[in-house]
């Protein structure tokens, strides 16, 4: 029989309130692409924003909020699963294995698409973090086109020249738009998995997680570790 269960507080205010903004930033980023650039651009930067406070926070936050706490070995998530399968589900006060794990796939998988949408930005338009180098890079090359086009002083070759790097700057610029796609559609079936987890894991649990990640508060008894 289960003691009475009590009120614990798990989710802080940086974790909740970062959890949602992060799903409005992706999403609207997501939804607008090249239609609203400025908006998907801004939108791109949110999330950039919060994986970093994230990952601070991962090391020197809340108990429940640590990657200490919530990291677990492959056998452990598998372990988790089987054990949840056969209908006798472990119960965690914070993030059970299967949902650290998921934490982990869904920060990496943002990151990816966060970096690549910089760097495409900056192959594009020339703007964004990596601007600078890339700008540094353009420059480079014009001294060292301008020399040899001194050098050879041949229209023809120079003409070459020229549609080579502009094929070059076009098969870079499709590189990263795939990745940053790929990153993207990837980070999207995620969540798509991550909410499928928390149904579940509600139902199993019999408790709301979608109330806790708003309040914070969840209940719990001496079952839950």
């Known amino acids: 029989m289960r003691n009475a269960k009590q009120v614990v507080n798990v989710w ?31 939108a791109g930067y949110s999330v950039a924003g919060y994986l970093l406070l994230r990952l ?35 119960h965690y006060i914070g993030h059970n294995p299967a949902g650290g794990a998921m934490v982990i796939a869904l920060l990496l998988s943002l990151s990816g698409t966060a970096l690549t949408g910089m760097k ?12 600078v180098s890339i700008g540094h890079a353009e420059t480079s090359f014009r001294f060292i086109a301008a020399a040899k086009a001194d050098e050879a002083k041949d229209d023809d070759e ?46 199993v649990d019999k408790e709301n997680l979608v109330k806790a990640m708003l309040t914070g508060k969840k209940d719990i008894d001496d079952t839950y570790q």
Request: glycine residues 8%; proline residues 3%.
């Open 56 to 90: 601070a926070w991962g090391l020197i936050g809340g108990k429940y909020a640590r990657f200490s706490r919530f990291v677990y070995s492959p056998a452990r998530v598998f372990a988790y699963l089987k054990n949840l399968a056969a209908g006798k589900p472990q």
């Open 158 to 203: 120079d003409g070459k020249s020229a549609d080579a790097g502009e094929r070059e700057d076009q098969q870079s610029e499709e590189f990263w738009e795939e990745l940053h796609e790929f990153f993207a559609n990837s980070t999207l079936l995620l969540v798509l998995l991550h909410v499928l987890g928390v149904v579940v894991s509600s139902r």
């Open 12 to 42: 802080d205010p940086v974790i909740r309130i970062g959890h949602w903004t992060l799903v409005l930033a992706f999403f609207t980023a997501y939804l607008t692409e090249d239609d609203l650039m400025t908006v998907h651009v801004w």
């Open 120 to 131: 495409l930005y900056a192959v594009e338009d020339n703007k964004g973090p990596f601007a």
